[in-house]
């Protein structure tokens, strides 16, 4: 329905209805807290150490001698290693995205499959794809849905260029809630230009009949013009379901207290590595006989005149205890989000099967699945702007996903067992098995079988090729069998005597020689 649902009588009134709320005290502390966590995962961690390094230690001689350290402590980037572990599988390779027009789940025939040739809206989603560089931009989607709880997908077409897909995150745009239903979006603002400290001074904001920019002084800068997409070209990935409010920014502070938490641990253990490690000399005695200014290590010679002595003082402190609160605290904090010790800290190789963290991913991929389906409904409806896939992708055209195998709940043989023991009971089919594959396709039966047709379609022209080769079924290395024409010509030679059944069957699996083709006769 648009902004007009709010009864703004003209422009003034909406552009400060909307400045307000993007201004808005609360919402400016949603950003900054958000913005906290992008730059925790994007390792720009230094100036929010320093901000808690002056809150915890009062005296400036101490925080200054920390402030020092603070670059050396980046490995404990928490936030980034979970959200990624989560992540990493999703886009590990490329999906399988299929559009599917007037009702076909799959291609019509072995024939048609075999000629290779996509239907037009495939070949149109196929280039759209590749202009929004679809993959990378999902990939980091998935990232920064942990530590972030939602992402923006901003779909646009831009002249010269093509079409293009913009990566918002949280802090960067603020939501209107329709005031129905505050988990629905009325409009959406973001972030379009910035000063030279990076403060915005221009706003966009869209909903689903007009943009128009302003700026923070509530002055209309361009429009409001008119579009006909009939929705908001955002797409919203929401990590999980909301209490009612449109934002959730209290989610995931146990993975920023944690990652600060780490990094403060680590800095504390680096200034008692540098103070507190080593055996320091203090002199005792007449100070104007010591030389001040003096190198003091394990190498240089102490200058010392008059009376006085070199005595010991013991400064050693064992930090593992340090060590051991910070690796429990990560262990905890990870074992929320479903990682075990063994995985955090990758102590071994193999960490086998950590199945917390298969039923997070695949949490995350049911997820990303939707957000793929509304990415083309939203793309479909904005290429009618785009001069070369304009009208390619009808309006009734669906897509089909398969972000590929995830995870499963339990090692892969134990599992293809019970598949095949419920399957003789008849209490299970090959559909079954596809949705728990694919928890991306939300238990969509339709869609299960629309994959297990295209499965079948090209495992069919596999046979066929083999078939055609005179391929034996199990061929390998050490038994590669004979090309056709010498298969035929073994028939005869056993008929008339020429050759044995057993050399014929040992020829058909291993090839055979002229010297191994001996006839009966020899």
Known sequence: MGLELLGLSDN????????????DRDEQYRREKIRQRVRLYRDDY??????HIAAIFNEPAVRQRLEGLIPL????????????????????????????????????????????????????????????????????????????NTVSLFARYVDGVGMTLDVITPDMRTVIPDPRIPTRPLAIVYDSAFDQDGKPIKYVCWDDKRYF??????????????????LIPIIEVHRHGRWGDYDDATTGEDLVSASIFSMIMDLIVAKKLKTQSHIQLAFQGDTDGLSKDQITDEESILTIHGAGTLFPINLESDPSVILKAKETVETMVAASYGISRDRLNQKTGDVGEDVGLKERVSEMARVLHKAEQDIFRVTKAISREHPEYRGKIPDDATLVVDLGQVHNRVDRKTQLEVRETEKHHGIRSSVDDVLEDNPEFGGDRVLALAYLEEKASEQAIVVARQRALNMPKDANIEEPGQDAEANGAMGPKVRDGF????????????GGTAADNQTQGE
């Open 73 to 148: 402590v980046g490995g404990s980037s928490l936030i980034k290693r979970i959200a990624d572990e989560l992540a990493r599988p999703l886009y590990a390779r490329t999906p399988i995205r299929r559009v599917l027009t007037d009702g076909d789940l799959a291609p019509s025939s072995v024939e048609e499959a075999k000629r290779g040739a996509p239907s037009p809206a495939q070949q149109a989603w196929n280039g759209l794809i590749r202009e929004m560089d679809l993959d990378d931009r999902m990939d980091l989607v998935a990232r920064l849905l942990t530590p972030c």
């Open 46 to 51: 230094q100036d929010i150490l320093r901000v």
């Open 12 to 23: 003034r009134e909406l552009v400060r209805y909307v400045a307000k709320a993007v201004l």
């Open 213 to 230: 920019s302003f700026s923070p002084d509530e002055v209309l800068i361009e429009g409001p013009t008119v579009h006909d997409y009939g």
């Open 499 to 510: 050759l044995s059944r057993d050399k014929a069957a040992d020829a058909a699996k291993t």
